[in-house]
């Protein structure tokens, strides 16, 4: 498929599961929370565009994009947050527990880099020749375990690529008020290469992508991508302080806009069309599933 | 003769020899220092591309150990002094104990972290700790301790080939103590049984019918032996003891099998007293039958001092067994 209609496809892929998923809550069809990824699109979109099927992926509390853009179903993806057996862990994990093939994710910021260095250091030893993606935020940079996995990954030369999107935003506290100093130069301390890019320009993004994941598989040890985006909907539902200017304001960043300038109107409406298909069929197919229960020996 | 230590030397040599998925990670622990207790020794010498020094950072050994048995690996991480693990409790409960149930049994997380615990040693209060408590009962973790009667050996390789993970408490004075012989030594007052488990608990009875029950585990066992056999020398009192090297999940069956004869249960723990194992293990014993009597021997609820004299004061003793026993029976 053409490079530039397959990274919109994607990007829009996620941009409607999204949409959906935040509009089934008012139908009942959902229960807890969930993460939306609207407006970070690109990164998704350009980083999976770039690494290979068999590369280890962990991801956070908003993985959907990630997963969807790994070549995860949406279906699965679907049941799962709608809590149905057929969900992509039986609907044990929801919508930030998930696991598919090498894709993993967990909901607790900071903890997931030490494991995912771990399964970096695995996959040196048995040389497969896998790099490992692991995916953070700005929040994450408050937490330790982070520094302490950073340390060792430059240590041992650990084939792993931090992916820290900033979105500027952890939850409602702004970076001003949750990150001090560089954020580049957390991983420069460490020796780690750092890519930094400040655009929501999925081609931009495929191109530094494309470098990070070259020198990690190169065996020259980790390196970080820093991509400063934009989160259009609130952290999870509800909790979103920024004011209406400010989401007006983000919304010339949005990726799709920036992209689908490139495309022609029949290349937007085919992929409309396509992905309005997968995403009805996703739900309309998960919603029919049973829902999980409990065996008698759990 | 094989200590305690021996063995769970022996028991890494031979899981890194037969298992070349086995990898060692911890603090110090290369030779000729051979980790803080010497149980690594001469593991990095032998095998020296799978045994891996790291930093400071119990939380991230313990999370890489959990992303290696995530693909593949079986990883074997010890933690310098056992008081560190609250820095490894994210790893363990939101991670290694989570991802095979949540990822619905997709996955598997076998890892071991093991722990050196335990007082005695004048260390202070934040090397002397039995912290074991805090991570009982988290659904998915094992938490297992030798004694000096099974074999260490067999019990931490019965961990290192577990698919989920353990965590395996090593009490700091057990490393020294030669291994027990049934029938041998102070053992020839009891006849000894044991579980089929892979974490197998201990029946020790005596040759006339007992009128209580002591419960415990790792190395509180040689203060309830020589408590029995004072309680038997001094008092004409036949007690029976309960050894459990599995902790978490709680397998109380052998314990419920002798009190149906007993009636009476001491347990017996080096934690503090409130919140803990005996508390659980009491508590399980009342559910299941009526009439019982129970007391529960353990550290008292204070930090663990310095001097000789305080810690002696605090963590619990042969004494306060024997005196706990006489309670009971008379």
């Excluded at chain 2, 010498?45 to 150990?65: C, D, Y």
């Excluded at chain 2, 004048?122 to 991570?135: D, I, R, V």
């Excluded at chain 2, 009597?293 to 204070?302: P, Y």
Aim: with cysteine.
């Amino acid at each position: 498929m053409d490079n530039k209609f397959s990274l919109y496809k994607t990007m829009l892929l996620i941009r409607r599961f999204e949409e959906r998923l935040l509009s089934e809550f008012s139908t009942g069809k959902l229960v807890g929370t969930t993460h939306a990824y609207t407006g970070q699109e690109a990164d998704a979109a350009g980083i999976f565009s770039v690494t290979k099927p068999e590369d280890v992926v962990f991801s956070n509390h908003r993985c959907h994009g990630h997963f969807l853009a790994y070549g995860g179903e949406p279906y699965r993806l679907a049941a799962e947050l709608m809590g149905r057996a057929t969900g992509l862990v039986g609907g044990r994990g929801g919508s930030q527990h998930i696991h598919w093939r090498n894709f993993y994710s967990n909901g607790i910021q900071g903890g997931i880099v030490p494991v995912a260095t771990g399964m970096a250091l695995a996959e040196k030893i048995r040389a497969t020749g896998k790099i490992t993606l692991v995916f953070i935020g700005d929040g994450t940079l408050g937490e330790g375990a982070l520094y302490e996995s950073l340390n060792i990954a430059a240590l041992w030369k650990l084939p792993i690529l931090l992916v820290l999107e900033d979105n500027r935003y952890a939850q409602t506290t702004p970076v001003e008020k949750g990150v001090a100093g560089s954020m580049s130069g957390r991983f420069a301390a460490f020796g780690i290469p750092v890519w930094e890019r400040d655009t929501t320009d999925v081609l931009d993004i495929q191109s530094a992508a494309e470098e990070t994941v070259r020198a990690v598989r190169s065996g020259a040890g980790p390196a970080c991508l820093i991509l400063h985006t934009y989160r259009f909907s609130a952290h999870s539902k509800g909790d979103d302080p920024r004011l209406p200017d400010e989401l007006a304001r983000i919304r010339q960043y949005d990726p799709l806009t920036v992209h689908g300038a490139r495309l022609t109107a029949e290349e937007c409406t085919k992929a409309e069309s396509e992905v309005t298909a997968v995403i009805n069929d996703a739900f309309r197919r998960a919603e029919a599933d049973p829902f999980p229960m409990l065996s008698p020996e759990h | 003769m094989n200590t305690v230590l021996d063995r769970l030397n022996f028991a890494l040599h031979h899981a890194m020899e037969t298992d070349e998925r086995v990898t060692i990670l911890g603090e110090d622990i290369l030779d000729p220092y051979g980790g803080a207790f010497k149980v690594t020794r001469g593991l990095s010498t032998k095998f020296p591309m799978r045994v891996l020094t790291t930093p400071i950072s119990e939380a991230a050994i313990v999370g890489v150990a959990n992303g290696m048995a995530l693909r593949g690996l079986r990883p074997v991480v010890e933690i310098m002094f056992g008081d560190f693990i609250t820095l490894i409790a994210d790893q363990l409960v939101n991670h290694a104990s989570k991802f095979r149930w949540m990822y619905n049994d997709q996955v598997r997380v076998p890892v071991v972290v093991r722990a050196p615990m335990g007082g005695r040693r004048g260390y202070g209060p934040t090397h002397s700790q039995s912290l074991e408590k805090m991570f009982l009962g988290v659904p998915g973790l094992k938490v297992v301790a030798p004694n000096s009667l099974g074999d260490p050996a067999e019990l931490l390789a019965a961990a290192i080939a577990d698919d989920d993970p353990v965590l395996f408490v090593e009490h700091k004075l057990l490393y020294t103590r030669p291994l027990l012989e049934p029938g041998k030594g102070d053992l020839i007052e009891f006849q000894v049984e044991k579980t089929g488990d892979a974490y197998p608990a201990f029946m020790l009875r005596p040759a006339d019918s007992a009128r209580l029950t002591i419960a415990c585990y790792g190395y509180n066992f040689e203060y309830a032996r020589a408590a029995a056999l004072d309680l038997l020398m001094e008092h004409e009192i036949f007690v029976e003891i309960v050894l459990f090297s599995q902790l978490s999940p709680f397998d109380l069956e052998p314990v419920f099998s002798s009190l149906a004869r007993t009636r009476k249960l001491l347990t017996v723990e080096e934690g503090t007293l409130s919140l803990g194992w005996g508390a659980e293990v009491a508590a399980r014993a009342v559910e299941r039958m009526d009439g019982l009597r129970i007391r529960r021997v353990a550290a008292l609820d204070l930090p663990v001092a310095n001097a000789k004299s305080l810690e002696d004061a605090i963590l619990p003793s042969v004494q306060d067994i024997i005196n706990a026993a006489l309670s009971l029976v008379l």
